[in-house]
């Protein structure tokens, strides 16, 4: 390794963030103004690798085949580790940017540019992935990945905003599944006994889910909507389906309790006759191994900026990601940064007018430096990267696979 490449100061990686700042802000709230759904981020796409491509890194848009993904990298002078900070700038429906992903984006890509700017005879390569899709089920990593998008990848790197600040935070296991009835269409007040109504067969799999919940684990979630009902009131409807995810604390149990919901979609099939079939609407998100030697980097790197941040609740209230598949194939990090008063829910107007706010940037730059941080010391200080990877192989348990 070249003298060179001693890690930079943090003082030099915020001051770099400072100077970047401007840019940062106007990439968030530009994804921000105009959301776009899963695999539809075109315009979110075209403003980080504008950004990046002007700050000297190689862009290649699409990636991994999937339209809204791109891989951004600058190469450094001398060998050495692949570290990718990752960009989700997808929005939910009817929301916007409930989820804060302008913050991730934006900061993601600010930090990057921070480390290269600070460190720019870098050993190694610092790449930062575009993984559109994580809302909905959309498994945009997990595409990625079985592209090959992270063969090679040492390890990688995101924060993600809401209502507290924690450097590892649990994530379910989640299964996406539509549960599609089918039922015969009739006259529904003429002859409604030559109907069967598959909107029955709905309703009565959605008590059945109610019915079994007093008998899953206190971890588990089953939640879901209506996603088709008929469409006219006076038509038997012949179709109707429910989507819902199914989450617990391991894709184990989860595919366990998919079982189960397969069965009462057969049960209130059988007693409207209908028909049911449950599918999945996109790969199982696994669970999520927080990289604790570099989330505890992160920590420390926040906490030097004035921001407190707990390490998190391993049985603490938890959502999923598709960062969880990417944690069973590498070490990840995807702490949280509070940009919103305590009990702010996440998914929800509250949090999308948060993450338009100065004091939403604010703690973005501060995420950013952490980031940037830990992204520095694994080009520059091989022994931080293999403590990391002796945590990530102790750990190691078999790769959830898709099914
Ligand atoms: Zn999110
Ligand atoms: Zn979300």
Known sequence: MSESAAPPPLEALSAELATLRPRMDAVSLAIHARPELKFAEFHARELLTGWLAQAGFAVRAPAGGVETAFVAVHEGTSPGPRVAVLAEYDALPGIGHGCGHNLIAAGGAAAAIAVVRALPEHPGTVAVIGTPGEEMGGAGKIRLAEAGVFDGVDAAVMFHPGDRSLTARPGLAAAHLRAAFTGVSAHASV???????????????????????????????????????????????????????????????????????????????????????????????????????????????????????????????????????????????HPYIQIADTGTPGHSVALREAAATPFAHERTQVAAAGLARVVADLLTRPEFLAAARAEFRGASRPVPCRS
């Open 191 to 333: 002859s409604p006994w030559e109907g069967r109504s598959a909107l029955a067969g709905a309703q009565l799999f959605l008590h059945a889910l109610d019915a079994m919940r007093q008998f899953v684990p206190p971890t588990v979630r089953l939640h879901g909507i209506v996603s088709a009902g008929g469409q006219a009131p006076n038509v038997v409807p012949a179709d109707a389906a429910v989507d819902l995810y199914v989450r617990d604390r391991t894709a184990a149990s989860v595919e366990a309790l998919v079982e189960r919901v397969r069965a009462a979609a057969e049960g209130a099939a059988l007693a409207t006759g209908t028909r049911a079939r449950v599918g999945e609407t996109g790969p199982m998100y696994a669970e999520r191994r927080n990289n604790l030697v570099l989330a505890e980097r992160f920590g420390e790197a926040v906490r030097a900026l004035g921001v407190d941040i707990a390490p998190g609740d391993p049985d603490g209230p938890a959502g999923s990601s598709d960062i969880g598949n990417l944690s069973h194939l590498l070490p990840v990090i």
